[in-house]
């Protein structure tokens, strides 16, 4: 009969490497879809987000084999297994803490370079591929509903119009005197876009930012508790193994 404490070892141990399965297998589907969106985008995608969505995809992955892992081990109560398990969570615990620190340093160290006015400047001032330029930034205004680098008043500094991607009504309508006229409204009401891409960018890259933080902080709590179960558990099977072989030698020995 086995004792209380392993099979409650076993069935939540069993239980947070099925949460990280689950978790990793999310991770992973994530990374493939941005990956494909960003290659139907490729004047929206760096090597710096290729680089990270590697990592994450590998890390994904990473994770779903370790838990199998930690699963088997503990079903089949294998030590050697547990002992491997909680190997791969030590290092990809330490992994993932390397890299956050990383993160975070590096986005200090870059936070104050704006690669998004270079891009919009770029917009008025190459001649080569103008509307390769001007379809990125009206699908930019258009889907984050802000107008210019800080506000509209940015096309006024370069002598351009504002455009049609910076009002709401206008934008969606093919070309054409529809398109014109509410466009023209639009200019003559004020009606456009307030807010500049540059804040509406960083706000969304904050949010997304502490999401990314307090999902790592709460998955790398379970990565840790899988390591302690697993220690725990390996220990707790030696340990009445040992008692029983030891009982066992002395019944027979008697």
Known sequence: MKSRSIRCMKFFLTLFNIICILFGLILMGVCVMNMREKKSRPEQQSALSRGVLSFLLTLGLCLVVTAVLGCIGALREHVKILYVHAS???????????VGVGGAVLSAWMGGSSELRVQFYRNTTIDDEPTKYQNFWDN????????????????????????????????????GNAR??????????????????????????????????????????????????????????????????????AHFET
Not at 88 to 98: A, C, G, M, Q, Y
Not at 145 to 169: F, T
Request: proline letters at 3%.
């Open 88 to 98: 791969f969570f030590i290092f990809l615990v330490s992994v993932e803490l390397i």
């Open 180 to 249: 014109r006229h509410l466009h023209a409204t639009c200019l003559n009401e004020r009606a456009y876009y307030m807010r500049g891409c540059e804040d509406v960018l960083r706000q969304k890259k904050a949010f997304k930012g502490n999401i990314f933080i307090a999902t790592g902080i709460i998955f790398a709590l379970v990565e840790i508790l899988c390591v302690v179960l697993a220690l725990w558990m390996a220990r707790t099977i030696r340990s009445e193994r040992r008692k029983l072989q030891a009982n066992l030698q």
């Open 140 to 175: 930019l205004q258009s889907e984050n509903q802000c107008c210019g680098v800080d506000g509209p008043q940015d096309y006024a500094i370069i002598h351009r119009d504002i455009p049609a991607s910076c009002c709401a009504r206008a934008h969606p309508l093919r070309e």
